[in-house]
């Protein structure tokens, strides 16, 4: 042997009553058997690096340090606290390679909180990872003066419930938010160990070639142009359609006219339906609450290309009905402009104002789907002979096993010229005869 055992798992074996055990379990229940046993205890180990938690600027949160010539370094007393940066017209570099909060002598020189000597304040400034490590929390509660954030909020809101960024943001600020939220958990300040209770990293949209953009590449696409010509609702849909969101995505903007005639088709279609003042149909009834259904689907699978494509196949699908039936009712107009809101807010905006409301559209409630009203009468379903698909029939989506088996077996009568031996029902999918 030339070195030691390295796989991820195997079976235990010479290892008394854990012989034919796999490895991979009993790495989970060792610690709790060591625990049982009264020989250790389970930890959690964090590798952190060293932070430099200092930055020679003007604008970073002002770390709250007196140094005193002889106390040495004294936090400011909490009373104090926030301690914050001081309001000037300007301020510029000290040329020392100092923060530019060294050259206010009024903000800089104070009087020492122990002994009361001269002293100065420190100059450097916490890093931008300081406030994004726990703005989240400030957010459930931004106005107490009291505390961090009140436990009624935190436990109404808190922990978020998912996070959504780059990559690039995977290591040091999910770290250190983490590393905050512990330790304010630990002294009680929160009643939870763990910021983020979902991660989603999205990907990237690239220039060329899959080069990420950026001003030294001169890759950068602006979209002043786009917005001129389509509008930033079009836009907005396109970033979204242009493939699924966790992965990186080379730009490319000649998709977007697709988006935008979409947006436009809706447009004509609301405006239209709004003049026939056209009455509701069981069909324009199902398929409002199937596109309910398939566009929160989507949503909350984070699928949001295909939202958009929903979107689209689902106004084809209204426009559609329209013509035979001269519009399309308010009910479902507006449904799918509450739908629509998020991804094309303008538009949907305009859309909800000409059916008559005063208030914003982003008032509304998510509409939700009624399983039954979505329930299609008929259906096809294939009927086979030993598997082999022989006809297609139409039948009530509520038959019953009995009458859609003899239904199939009228159809494929001719074919059937064996013994049959088995007859299966799959509801609302198959209908097949075993014959020999």
Sequence with gaps: ??????????????????????????????????????????????????????????????????HCPKCGNVPVPEEELPLRLPEVESYQPTGTGESPLAAIDEWVNCKCPVCGADAKRETNTMPQWAGSSWYFLRYVDSQNTDALVSKEKAAKYLPVDMYIGGVEHAVLHLLYSRFYTKFLYDIGVVDFDEPFQKLFNQGMITGKNGIKMSKSKGNVVSPDELVEDYGCDSLRMYELFVGPPELDAEWDDRGIDGVNRFLKRFWKLALDSKEADVKATPEMIKLRHKMIYEITQRLESFSLNTVISGFMEYTNKFASLAKTNGGIDKETIETVAVLLAPFAPHISEEVWEQYGHTETIFRQEWPVYDEEAMKDDEIEIPVQINGKTRAVISVSASISKEDAIAAGKEVIGDKLTGTIVKEIYVPGKIINIVQK
């Design 1 to 66: 042997m030339t070195e030691a055992y390295t796989d991820a798992a195997g079976t235990m074996i010479n290892s008394g009553d854990w012989n034919g055990m796999e490895s991979s379990v009993l790495k989970k229940e060792a610690p709790h058997m060591i625990e049982k046993m009264g020989i250790g205890k389970a930890t959690v180990n964090f590798k952190l690096r060293d932070w430099v938690f200092s930055r020679q600027r003007y604008w970073g949160e002002p770390i709250p340090i007196v």
